[in-house]
């Protein structure tokens, strides 16, 4: 599908950062539509990843005594 927009060349003002995915560079511009990716494949492995659940918040129980609303059964 044709994007509505004109794509910028990419120049040497346009940022660029590691991509998240591989590490290898990513140009961090809007004429780059995977940003933060360098690629529509890194972009789908860290869809993946999320989906799979591999990235996580580390979390530890609530404290009852700490938590109000904490119920106790």
């Not at 044709?2 to 590490?23: D, F, M, N, Q, Y």
């Not at 961090?28 to 990843?49: E, H, K, M, V, W």
Request: charged content about 15%; aromatic content about 8%.
């Amino acid at each position: 599908m044709p994007s509505s927009l004109p794509e910028a060349p990419i120049t040497a003002a346009h940022r660029t950062v590691k991509c998240p995915a591989c590490g290898g560079p990513s140009v961090y511009a809007t004429s780059n539509p995977y940003r933060p990716f360098c690629s529509a494949r890194c972009r789908q492995i860290d869809l993946g990843a999320w989906a799979s659940e591999q990235f996580a918040l580390p979390a530890s129980a609530p404290d009852p005594d700490l938590d109000p609303d904490f119920a106790s059964g």
